[in-house]
């Protein structure tokens, strides 16, 4: 792999020496960057811009154009892949995904076919080779997909519906019915990973967004289960194994012994837990990223950067802590609070990183 001019993110990762800890942002190029919101608009649709290669590399240079970030993250969306098996996607404004064709009967799941992903999803390929083309090696760029569980709770609600009854009832009333689509998900999603990996990605993360409404060992069977899945394919292929795998299942902080025993580098975990107590529990497996809530970029610029203050001190000295927020940017946060988070995290962690 040719070097990167900034490696923060990698070393960080790894666990070697850094100057400072390293900072991204989950969702740092989307609706609060007005630049964002223009760019939106020329392409008409949320997912025209995930189809354009030139517009979502464009947004995806956004935030790096701001701010100091220490990595890219490709801009597309965890939906991707039902919308490549046929499910007919839509984002209608203030409601958010829908699905034309949900998945319910034992004949629509046996009918899904597995996308190929250099056919079937070539658009985020020629993104991330665009991207690369235009980061020139500054930055490291992070490709991503959504856990078979999370983009499940999508395919057989067919829209965001908090809780997502009819998947939790599928989990009693069918289990065998929810394997079967859990297993083509896995096998999806680990192809699409391995093809970003070799269109160009330095490391890539897996949002497990919904696999906290589970009990412990539904956890394990529906969701946990299919991630080891898609890690081992990654860590068993030559051609990717190198490549870092982050894991985030937000309000799973119960289970990061667990989550940190599949086989992943690093593991994000959102604000219900303190870094410290995190780090006590599985430091020296895994790197950790997060866990700021994203509500302090409401506050003034003083009590954010007390907030990340309190969030590297948790951590404590030492790499192995990539900065974030423990969920995605709020729409209606002010980018001046986005930037002041950033140069917080860079300013007040050196202190961390002196021998
Ligand atoms: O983080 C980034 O900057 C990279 C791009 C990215 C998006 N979605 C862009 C997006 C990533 C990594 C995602 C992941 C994603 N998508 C998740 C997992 C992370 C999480 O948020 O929990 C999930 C559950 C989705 C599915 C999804 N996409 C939903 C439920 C919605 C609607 C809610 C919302 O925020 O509007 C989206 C739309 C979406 N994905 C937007 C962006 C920037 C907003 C689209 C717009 O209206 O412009």
């Not at 919308?83 to 046996?110: S, V, Y």
């Not at 002010?334 to 860079?346: K, T």
Request: charged content about 20%; glycine content about 8%.
């Amino acid at each position: 792999m040719t070097s990167l001019h900034n490696d923060r993110l990698l070393r960080a990762i790894a666990r070697e020496p850094v100057d400072m800890t390293p900072v991204w942002l989950m969702r740092q190029a989307g609706r609060y960057l007005p630049e964002y919101r223009e760019v939106r608009k020329q392409a008409g649709s949320f997912l025209n811009l995930c189809k354009t290669p030139e517009l979502a590399c464009e947004v995806t240079l956004q935030p790096i154009k701001r701010y100091p970030l220490d990595a890219a993250i490709l801009f597309s969306d965890i939906l991707t892949i039902p919308d490549a098996m046929g499910l007919g996607l839509q984002f209608e404004e203030g409601i958010g995904p829908t699905f034309a064709h949900p998945i319910r009967k034992k004949k629509d799941i046996n009918q899904l076919t597995i996308p190929n992903p250099t056919q079937d999803l070539a658009y985020v390929l020629d993104a991330i080779k665009l991207v690369k083309k235009m980061l020139a090696n500054q930055l490291p760029l992070i490709g991503f997909c959504g856990s078979p569980w999370t983009i499940a709770a999508y395919m057989v609600e067919g829209r965001a519906n908090p809780g997502f009854p009819l998947i939790r009832k599928m989990t009693k009333t069918d289990p065998a019915l929810l394997h079967v689509l859990l297993e083509k998900l896995a096998q999806a999603i680990s192809l699409h990973l391995q093809a970003q990996i070799q269109a160009g990605v330095h490391v890539v993360m897996i949002f497990d967004t919904w696999g906290g409404m589970l009990d412990n060992q539904d956890y394990q069977q529906f969701s946990l289960h299919y991630v080891q899945q898609i890690v081992a394919d990654i860590k068993n292929n030559e051609a990717v194994h190198k490549t870092p795998v982050i894991l985030f299942t937000r309000a799973g902080n119960q289970w990061l012994e667990l989550m940190a025993q599949v086989g992943c580098d690093v593991l994000g975990v959102d604000w219900g837990i303190s870094l410290a107590e995190a780090r006590r529990r599985v430091g020296s497996t895994v790197a950790l990223q997060g866990n700021i809530d994203p509500a302090f970029l409401y506050q003034s610029p003083e009590e954010i950067k007390q907030a990340v203050a309190g969030t590297l001190a948790a951590y404590g000295h030492g790499s192995g802590h990539i900065f974030n927020l423990g969920h995605g940017i709020p729409q209606d946060v002010s980018p001046e609070h986005v930037g002041i988070l950033i140069n917080a995290v860079h300013e007040l962690s050196r202190p961390y990183h002196t021998n």
